[in-house]
T-cell receptor
Framework: AQSVAQPEDQVNVAEGNPLTVKCTYSVSGNPYLFWYVQYPNRGLQFLLKYITGDNLVKGSYGFEAEFNKSQTSFHLKKPSALVSDSALYFCAVREGSSASKIIFGSGTRLSIRP | GAVVSQHPSWVICKSGTSVKIECRSLDFQATTMFWYRQFPKQSLMLMATSNEGSKATYEQGVEKDKFLINHASLTLSTLTVTSAHPEDSSFYIC?????????????FGQGTRLTVV
């Protein structure tokens, strides 16, 4: 069965510093990996995805993520954090190319201090 | 980008009544829609997968008679919480997968905050 782990409940970063939000996954087939962001009392907004191709994926709002097959990781990164990046971030995985269910990690709360 | 509209955004109901939540894909056709439940400060728990024209597939532990799902068209899925109780109070979120585009991300509604009193 597929699963996703986000080992950090919270990440605190000063504005202007680089940030990393960690994610590891487990699937038996090819992984389809996603990052979403959630603001309070709102649905999820898509940030980026890895399906195939380049291991470094660039997404919305200056975020990027690196797919590492050997480490089964898909960490989210941003070179310079903004206070407005403060939110709840979810890593998610779908196994294979079928329209199968997407499983979410536990979420990481990102807090950017001015 | 693709838009998923969820209605209502919040609802308060009395114990024992039923509540219907709608999930619409506004600018695309969704063969598959997913219903999630989110508790405060927790992740999204998949409740069921809804396929147009067929019965929904429920996750283990989710009562299908309590959480009725209907996906009658390619743009609309509904979740009805029957005989609601305070423990059903939660944030419910739907997502939709665009028909024929299996490599894309799922698009999410804005969520429905249900409070049962």
């Amino acid at each position: 069965a597929q699963s996703v782990a986000q080992p950090e409940d919270q990440v605190n970063v000063a504005e202007g510093n680089p940030l990393t939000v960690k994610c590891t996954y487990s699937v038996s087939g090819n992984p389809y990996l996603f990052w979403y962001v959630q603001y309070p009392n709102r649905g999820l907004q898509f940030l980026l995805k890895y399906i195939t191709g380049d291991n470094l994926v660039k997404g919305s709002y200056g975020f990027e993520a690196e797919f590492n097959k050997s480490q089964t990781s898909f960490h989210l990164k941003k070179p310079s954090a903004l206070v407005s990046d403060s939110a709840l971030y979810f890593c998610a995985v779908r196994e294979g190319s079928s329209a199968s269910k997407i499983i979410f990690g536990s979420g990481t709360r990102l807090s950017i201090r001015p | 980008g693709a838009v998923v509209s969820q209605h209502p955004s919040w609802v308060i109901c009395k114990s024992g009544t039923s509540v219907k939540i709608e999930c619409r894909s506004l600018d695309f056709q969704a063969t598959t829609m997913f219903w999630y439940r989110q508790f405060p400060k927790q992740s999204l728990m998949l409740m069921a997968t809804s396929n147009e024209g067929s019965k929904a597939t429920y996750e283990q532990g989710v009562e299908k008679d309590k959480f009725l799902i209907n996906h009658a068209s390619l743009t609309l899925s509904t979740l009805t919480v029957t005989s609601a109780h305070p423990e059903d109070s939660s944030f419910y979120i739907c997502s939709a997968q665009e028909q024929g585009y299996l490599n894309t991300e799922a698009f999410f509604g804005q969520g429905t905050r249900l409070t049962v009193v």
